[in-house]
């Protein structure tokens, strides 16, 4: 169970960054833990979602810089100007520590990543599975990217049925102490409040707020897949005559993007090696799983029963086999983050050869990670991990499986075989 006193694995990076930057931007999705981890290391609060406090703010701005540093203003994009007033003021005060601001919401596109040094933004996901008390971690991520492929060791004890109740439960700080129905009604919320929320206060009302819950939860059901935008629209529509246009399905993505709640993998493409007939389109992921497997009404049992997703979207494997992949992405994101790494996708043009994720050394190199639903890794698993190595040599820093088994090692041709629960930073 997370308890407020676990540390999270951005803690490190906040704090060197806040000892040595004027203001920092902590950004992600609605419930993550940003204000929590914010307030945590601020003197001053302005909470910007409170109507009182942002009626003051808005009459004059300013007010939102003043007090104690660190200022911190929570869910700043409600009052968009103190962005600016924010970048002016260490323009002129250079002192480190000086504001922490927080968002749920980027209402000005690229704006937020453009303080060319001013303010520096620092991405906050879910709790990855390292975050969420399972156990101790035995690899490092960290390590995995340093290429000198040392051994891997560990045990666990967290069995599928576990995995299942993680992706279930989600990543949320504040729902981790939920069950059963309170659980299920609090996920519904977060969902509704996208639509009859955040939509409208991102400058988009919905004329069919019905039309745009079946796209997302079409979306939902092609997670960990490149199906086409075309395929989850008509998987939405299928007992609809009309099918809505691009350009009509388009700006939910858009919104969902600026929201942090879509968070698509995007393709790996080597520059140094030629591999033919790339494909580049992004795997498509949510914030966290859970959010997928609420929206299609899915329970631990269905999953377990290996039941198809509703409605159906082509892929390889089952719609559990998904969903953990997801759950992995959540982590191995956090992991890579902290070592200044990114993590991508492989995939051939047609799908004849895939890799789940590539997560990129900031120096150069990768480590290819194949994440897989089974409980002991045979020779088939690894094929695809063989078949790139191959191709791109010491580019490849190592190779690991995600499993779901109870033990970590090296198989003999030197790839990693590591239970999701023992990966961490």
Do not use: C
Not at 256 to 261: A, F, I, N, P
Request: hydrophobic share 40%; net charge neutral; no cysteine.
């Amino acid at each position: 169970m997370f308890s407020d006193t676990v540390g999270r694995v951005v803690d490190d990076e906040l704090d060197e960054l806040i000892s040595a930057l004027p203001a920092v931007a902590i950004e992600g999705a609605r419930a993550v833990g940003k204000t929590h981890t914010a307030l945590q290391r601020g003197a001053t609060i302005r909470r910007l979602d409170d109507p009182a406090e942002r009626n003051v703010v808005l009459a004059d701005p300013t007010r939102a810089l003043q007090g104690e540093r660190p200022v911190v203003i929570d869910e700043w994009q409600r009052v968009p100007e103190v962005w600016d007033l924010v970048r002016r003021a260490v323009d002129h005060d250079r002192t480190p520590g000086q504001f922490i601001l927080t968002g749920s919401a980027d209402p000005m596109g690229a704006v937020i990543h453009s303080g060319a040094g001013r303010i520096v933004s620092l991405r906050m996901r879910p709790l990855a599975l390292a975050e969420r008390g399972l156990g101790d971690v035995t690899v490092s991520l960290a390590t995995l990217l340093s290429g000198n492929r040392s051994e891997v060791s560990g045990r666990t004890s967290v069995t599928l049925e576990e995995y299942v109740r993680e992706i279930l439960q989600s990543g949320f700080p504040g729902m981790r102490h939920l069950t059963g129905r309170v659980l299920r009604r609090q996920l519904d919320g977060y969902v509704q409040r996208i639509f009859q929320r955040d939509f409208p206060e991102m400058g988009r009302e919905l004329r069919s707020p019905d039309a745009a819950v079946r796209w997302f939860r079409s979306y939902a059901a092609a997670i960990a897949t490149s199906a086409s935008y075309e395929t989850i629209r008509d998987a939405a529509t299928s007992d609809r005559g009309d099918k809505p246009s691009r350009a009509t399905t388009q700006p939910y993505t858009a919104v969902m993007e600026r929201l942090w709640v879509l968070e698509p993998v995007d393709a790996w493409l080597p520059e140094r090696n030629a591999i033919r007939r790339l494909a580049s389109p992004p795997k498509h992921n949510l914030v966290d799983p859970a959010l997928a497997a609420r929206v299609l009404a899915v329970s631990a049992e269905q999953l377990l029963q290996g039941s198809p997703s509703r409605p159906p979207i082509p892929r390889d494997g089952t719609f559990l086999g998904a969903l953990f992949e997801s759950l992995v992405t959540q982590s191995v994101r956090v992991y890579a983050q902290a070592s200044e790494a990114e993590v991508r996708h492989f995939r051939t043009h047609g799908g004849e050869r895939e890799v789940d994720l590539i997560v990129v050394a900031p120096g150069g190199g990768v480590v290819a990670v194949e994440v897989k639903l089974a409980r002991t890794i045979t020779d088939e698993h690894v094929r695809q991990l063989r078949w790139l190595r191959e191709r791109i040599g010491d580019e490849m820093l190592d190779a690991v499986v995600i499993s779901t088994g109870p033990e970590a090692y090296r198989r003999r041709d030197g790839i990693a075989v590591v239970p999701a629960a023992l990966l961490g930073p």
